[in-house]
């Protein structure tokens, strides 16, 4: 996926028709949330929805949001450096973000929960 992802962001002059003002910015933000989770479900740095595993796929994402984004003003790829694309690369990156820290709390409270009578 990661390699998926590099080749899109960096292939010449790659347009996407879709009948949309600014396609890019939706894939951006679904292509960077999904990285994410797969990213985590990856386990980096301990069982998926411990705080330090979150804390490092945070990082590694939010780096390679920016890798991604400055690497595309590469002459010869006729791409462009955008502040917004990079913008909505870390619009991403929370959602998924959102999504794992819901699942630990969830994980917690379950923890802490009494075991009901049978």
């Known amino acids: ?3 998926m992802i590099f080749s899109l962001t960096h292939w010449p002059r790659l347009a996407v028709p879709i009948p949309i003002a600014r396609p890019d910015l939706y ?15 990856c386990r980096p740095a301990g ?8 804390r490092w ?7 390679y949001a920016v890798f991604d ?15 917004d694309d990079l913008a909505v690369n870390f619009l991403g990156i929370g959602l998924a ?5 819901t699942l630990r709390r969830r994980a917690l409270r379950a ?4 075991a009901s009578p049978v």
């Open 111 to 114: 923890r802490t929960q009494p």
């Open 1 to 3: 996926y990661a390699g």
């Open 27 to 41: 894939l951006h933000t679904a292509v960077f949330a999904l990285w994410t989770l797969l990213l985590a479900f």
């Open 47 to 54: 069982p998926l929805v411990s705080g330090r595993n979150l």
């Open 57 to 63: 796929v945070a990082g590694i994402a939010s780096v």
């Open 69 to 83: 984004e400055l690497s595309q003003g590469i002459p010869g790829l006729h791409r462009s450096v955008g502040a």
């Open 97 to 101: 973000l959102s999504i794992l820290l």
